[in-house]
Antibody
């Protein structure tokens, strides 16, 4: 089965760091452009970051630029999001999502991992 | 930065047609996709490239995009279609989501 499984969420203090992981299976991960999308409690979807299939190109939304770093390990079929200098407004469920290049849409989503920033 | 706007909510009766709009400057020049999200679940892609349905999505879901407005249409709306719906487009290398529309079927 095609699957994305996120992990690494939890409670973190403002200014702290957290590393999220996303394990992929059932599709050719190394050929996929991967993304992180987040959703604050009771709010809408917000794109966070993307990384090209080989990892050579990365992009970030303005709210996280300079604080978050996306990376991947194609040998391990894994995607990561290093979150540094977290803020209250980073509290959200973080989803990893595969970008279906043929349709320029996110066709595979994980179940999400919750990040709570609080002192 | 580019923005797309959706109505907060829409109510329809079972069997009726639901039309959810997504507005943005010259949105018709971009491809739009739509996601359905039910409470406690991850989003599901229901329309991509304005009007294409992924495998497994019922044909009562359709889409269009022209001018400044994209529309998701659900024909013969069923109770199971009650969910939040999000439009999404690309502004260069940035994905832009609408704020979401809560569809109530009653």
């Amino acid at each position: 089965d095609v699957q994305l499984v996120e992990s690494g969420g939890g409670l973190v203090k403002p200014g702290g760091s957290l590393r999220l992981s996303c394990a992929a299976s059932g599709f050719t991960f190394s050929s996929s452009n991967m993304n992180w999308v987040r959703q604050a409690p009771g709010k809408g979807l917000e794109w966070v970051s993307s990384i090209s299939s080989a990892g050579g190109f990365t992009y970030y939304s303005d709210p996280v630029k300079g604080r978050f770093t996306v990376s991947r390990d194609n040998a391990k079929n894994s995607l990561y999001l290093q979150m540094n200098g977290v803020r209250d407004e980073d509290t959200a469920t973080y989803y990893c999502a595969n970008l279906f290049l043929g349709g320029n849409a996110f066709d595979i989503w994980g179940q999400g991992t919750m990040v709570t920033v609080s002192s | 930065s580019y923005e797309v706007t959706q109505p907060l909510s829409l109510s329809v009766s079972p069997g009726q047609t639901a039309s959810i709009t997504c507005s943005g400057d010259k949105l018709g020049d971009k491809y739009v996709c739509w996601y359905q999200q039910k409470p406690g679940q991850s989003p599901v892609l229901v329309i991509y490239q304005d009007n294409k349905r992924p495998s497994g999505i019922p044909d009562r879901f359709s889409g269009s995009n022209s001018g400044n407005t994209a529309t998701l249409t659900i024909s013969g709306t069923q109770a199971m279609d009650e969910a939040d719906y999000y439009c999404q487009a690309w502004d260069s290398t940035t994905a832009v989501f609408g704020g979401g529309t809560k569809l109530t079927v009653l």
